[in-house]
């Protein structure tokens, strides 16, 4: 057969006008970090969670704001045709390439990923320190568009085909734990990096595309049920065809954490044992179809061309790897059904829900499934695509499932009967009635998360089929700013670009106690329908407690008259928390002592035991406060034997200053007499008088029992 000829590119720029941006480094990984639902985005168009030097999956982390939140493991996507004639003028009957962060040049290349916002995100500070997180951007921002996030992701394959991925990311509160990603496929021809067209005269022929991601939900799970960090272990995975919910048609699939054959106990939702029951996985992660085209001249959404939906062994797949072409048909093969290598595992019921109509289990890691553990199976095809025809598929990827309040509150709930046999439960289910088993009680809340995935679907349809149209809440305030004071905590704001819309309403504040990543309360609203109709822009919260961290995040809100209940429940919108929550804490600062007699340390003793009721058990466990000290000094601590075990130098001229009770070489330190040496470090004068109070070299000792 004769080689094909070369083009330039000029030709394809008709098709596919604005892609063709040279390669890019295939490791090159872009966040999409707004909203509950965050997560990374690769260069070669699937990711792989893994990070070696964090030692941690990490990516698609919600809710957003918690530790150890993160519920994915790996994507694995294929292209498959038939009769395929490469570059070189060699005929394939099968041809197949996979999308991994390792692929091979012979898979394709990465041209380009960049990702572009509706605006800046507001700068917060908090006592100088700036913790404004920058997103990675590229090109223009626009205030009109729909969306907060767009990315846009370019591969280019060894089948002529070029895969442009474009996400789409919303931080309006309804909206914000999924992402919509389109991916339009074009016949280019150009099968690698460079700037020709290998093939220009080729017809890709009966296509398939197919996706497999496999979640694990959640990290923080894997500990808690199994001792370790786990990679799709006790998963199950529920699919849905043709389910209507909330008007809309789910075809999708989730998954969620089983039981563990380790545990006695039921496990189902993760309770924390170790934190009084609190569910540490309350995720239900998954993906459904939105659109997939019927044809390149028919651009109309034909559920037909969903092929296949199921499940798949997680590490059970053909492989391509030097243009196997056994391994090819196999790929084309499984894409279409013929054989879904998806091994010998035979479904069990380990007390889950009746599956219901058109919903169906299987467990993750039962019967002889391989170590990879069960993951969603979805393709799409087939299509015939001459040159420059291009289709679409679109797919919705979201998590939900309980709040971190229920998870708590039913957790410890159940925890009462679990260390407890003889305590008499009662428990209050969803639809109001009780029940006396803890597990059936826990259980069922859980399993709530099975609605909430599909609402979670069923918004997202609806988000992508009216052009996104969804109401929007006004722009958070442009800059935020926590100012820790002497005797309050001021917080103060410019405007959100939206204050003079007819349909603004105001400013809220929210605060958490201890840990930037515990409950936050409303501690004041101000505009339309509060206390505080009028406008302000600043605010000093006067109720904090001297030695205690506080977090703070703001929102602006709307009236809700541009939300009548279409797209989610009616009324005010508010701006999403993930712009201006502060991660650092403020605290509440005493002026400078005036007497190194006055000198405190508090709490003395320090009791292990008792730390719940001294300085909080979050980002403050472990502290004890020096109070009533000169405005500039050092605190040297010392064994009772005369060993240095850490240095402060206090330089903000408040008069406390918290140290953690760890060393200077990061150990905790142990029970013990400590002995502290508090030196003042310049001379200090009185503001107000000039007068003289502390001369550079003064210095007292203070004594610390510490309690383990």
Request: aromatic residues 12%; hydrophobic residues 35%; proline residues 6%.
């Amino acid at each position: 057969m004769m080689k094909q000829m070369k083009i330039k590119k000029f030709a394809i720029i008709l098709f596919f006008a604005g892609i063709l941006q040279g390669q890019v480094d295939p490791g090159i990984n872009v966040w999409i970090r707004v909203g509950s639902l965050q997560s990374f985005f690769s260069a070669w168009g699937a990711e792989r969670a893994w990070n070696a030097n964090l030692g941690i999956y990490e990516g698609l982390q919600w809710p957003a704001w918690y530790w150890a939140t993160e519920n994915f493991v790996i994507d694995r996507y294929w292209l498959a045709c038939r009769d395929f004639n490469d570059p070189e003028g060699n005929n394939w009957d099968y041809k197949a390439t996979t999308f991994i962060s390792s692929a091979p040049p012979e898979y394709g290349a990465p041209i380009s990923i960049t990702q572009t916002t509706r605006f800046d995100p507001p700068k917060v500070d908090v006592d100088g320190v700036g913790i404004t997180r920058n997103p990675q951007v590229d090109g223009y921002h626009d205030e009109s568009l729909p969306y907060d996030r767009k990315l846009v992701n370019i591969v280019n394959t060894s089948l002529g085909v070029t895969v442009k991925r474009v996400v789409y990311a919303f931080s309006q509160p309804y909206h914000d734990n999924y992402f919509l990603t389109e991916y339009i496929l074009t016949n280019t021809g150009n099968v690698d990096a460079d700037d020709e067209i290998e093939l220009p005269n080729q017809t890709v022929k009966e296509l398939y595309w197919g996706q497999m991601p496999r979640y694990a939900t959640s990290r923080e799970a894997g500990f808690t049920v199994d001792g370790q960090m786990t990679w799709g272990k006790y998963q199950w995975v529920s699919h849905a065809r043709d389910i209507v919910y909330d008007g809309e048609n789910i075809c999708g699939f989730w998954s969620w954490l089983g039981q563990s054959e380790k545990n006695n106990h039921d496990n189902i939702g993760g309770p924390a044992r170790a934190d009084q029951g609190r569910l540490s996985a309350p995720q239900f992660a998954g993906i459904a179809m939105v659109y997939a085209q019927k044809s390149p001249s028919e651009p109309v959404n034909d559920p037909s061309k969903l092929r296949i939906l199921g499940w798949h062994a997680g590490d059970t797949y053909p492989s391509i790897a030097n243009n196997n072409a056994a391994g090819m048909k196999d790929v084309w093969e499984m894409l279409e059904g013929t054989d879904l290598y998806t091994g010998s595992e035979t479904p069990m019921d380990f007390g889950i829900p009746e599956p219901g109509p058109n919903i169906s289990h299987k467990p993750a890691e039962k019967e002889g499934n391989d170590g990879g553990g069960a993951a969603g199976f979805m393709t799409y095809g087939p299509w015939e695509l001459a040159f420059g025809d291009s289709v679409k598929i679109v797919v919705v990827e979201g998590i939900s499932g309980l709040d971190r309040k229920h998870c708590v509150d039913i957790g410890k709930n159940w925890y009462k009967k679990f260390a407890n046999s003889n305590y008499n439960f009662s428990g209050t289910l969803p639809d109001g009635s009780s029940t006396s088993n803890h597990d059936v009680y826990k259980n069922t809340w859980f399993y709530t998360g099975k609605d909430s995935i599909l609402q979670t679907f069923a918004r997202a349809i609806k988000n992508y089929n009216s052009g996104f149209a969804i109401p929007q809440p006004p722009q958070p305030p442009t800059n935020f700013y926590v100012i820790s004071g002497g005797d309050q905590i001021r917080l103060e704001w410019t405007p959100s670009p939206n204050e003079t819309d007819a349909d603004f309403g105001g400013y809220k504040i929210y605060r958490a106690i201890g840990a930037a990543d515990s409950f936050y309360t409303e501690i004041f609203a101000c505009g339309k329908g509060t206390s505080h109709p009028e406008i302000v822009r600043e605010y000093a919260d006067m109720s904090p407690v001297r030695g205690m961290s506080y977090f703070y995040y703001l929102t602006a809100f709307n009236d809700g008259s541009n939300n009548d209940g279409t797209f989610n429940p009616a009324g005010p919108i508010e701006s999403n928390r993930v712009y201006t929550q502060s991660s650092e804490p403020a605290y509440l600062r005493r002026p400078q002592g005036t007497n190194l007699d006055n000198v405190r340390i508090v709490p003395n003793p320090f009791s292990i035991k008792a730390r719940e009721y001294q300085y909080g058990i979050g980002d403050d466990k472990d502290k004890v406060m020096f109070l009533n000290i000169p405005g500039k000094c050092t605190i040297r601590i010392y064994t009772e034997r005369g060993d240095l075990v850490e240095t402060l130098y206090h330089t903000d001229g408040s008069g406390d200053h918290p140290w953690n009770l760890v060393s200077s070489d990061r150990q905790i330190v142990v029970s013990g007499l400590y002995i502290a040496h508090i030196e003042v470090t310049e001379d200090i004068l009185d503001s107000s008088s000039g007068t003289m109070i502390y001369s550079k070299g003064q210095s007292t000792y203070k004594k610390l029992l510490v309690i383990r």
